[in-house]
Structure formats: C-alpha cells, structure tokens
C-alpha cells in the first residue's frame, strides 16, 4: 500500500514517471554526466513541491521516478530542468558540445506517465532494470 500524502486539504499519492531523451538520440550520458544531471533535478526539485524515488540512464536517455504535490505545475518543473541542466552540462563538459548538433542537449518531447495503480516497487524494479552494463 501507497504511503499517502497529504496538506490542510487533501489527501494524495501523485507519483510520475518522466523520460527524458537526448536530442538525436545521441550517446553521451555516461556515470558522471547521469549523476550531475541527478543531482540537477535534486537541487530544483525543492521549488515546486516534487520529490526524487529512483534515477536511473542509459546512454541516450533518463528514467525518473518522483512524486508531487497538487499544485506542482510539472510543466513549468520540466522546462525549468531540461533549461537548466542542458545550460550546466554543455559548460561542464564541453566535448558534449561536439557530439551534440547546434546547442541541443534534450529533445524538445519527452514522456511523462502517470504511475496509476501499479505499485512503485514495480515502477522502481522497471527504472533500476532500465541501460545496458553501467561502468560504475
């Protein structure tokens, strides 16, 4: 059973599970850069009530797995995010640049589900299970 959440006037469990795809599918997510961009999400997640479950990467792409409050404007989150951590990744690590076409680091789409009933053990399973071999 889902640990529920609650405020003066609700009670809830708001759990989404978000993908984000590097522009052209392009391999250059590697320990460090998933664990920079982790720590991204950490640090901004603060402002808009969302709180990180699981992380996980693969080369091209990031599974994450978070919950919200009611009145998190996930749209404005995500903007907030992909604007601020493809700004701290091109600086941080400049040979991206030269993998990447133009100033892209995201793909302007991205996927967000609702968890829906399924259990966040599953959904945490999925995200852990989720890449190929990891040089860890």
Sequence with gaps: MRKLDNNNHSVFALYYHLVFVVKYRKKVIDINISNRLKEIFENIQVNYNI?????????????????AHPNT????????????????????????????????????SYCLITTGGVPIEVIKKY????????DI
């Design 73 to 108: 404007e996930i749209s404005k989150f995500i903007n907030a995010y992909k604007s601020a951590s493809s700004r701290l990744i091109k600086k941080e690590y400049p040979e991206i640049r030269q993998k990447l076409w133009k100033e892209y680091f995201w793909s302007r």
């Design 51 to 67: 709180e990180l479950q699981e992380w996980n990467y693969d080369e091209d792409h990031v599974h994450i797995l978070f919950k």
């Design 127 to 134: 995200i852990e299970n989720q890449g190929g071999e990891k």
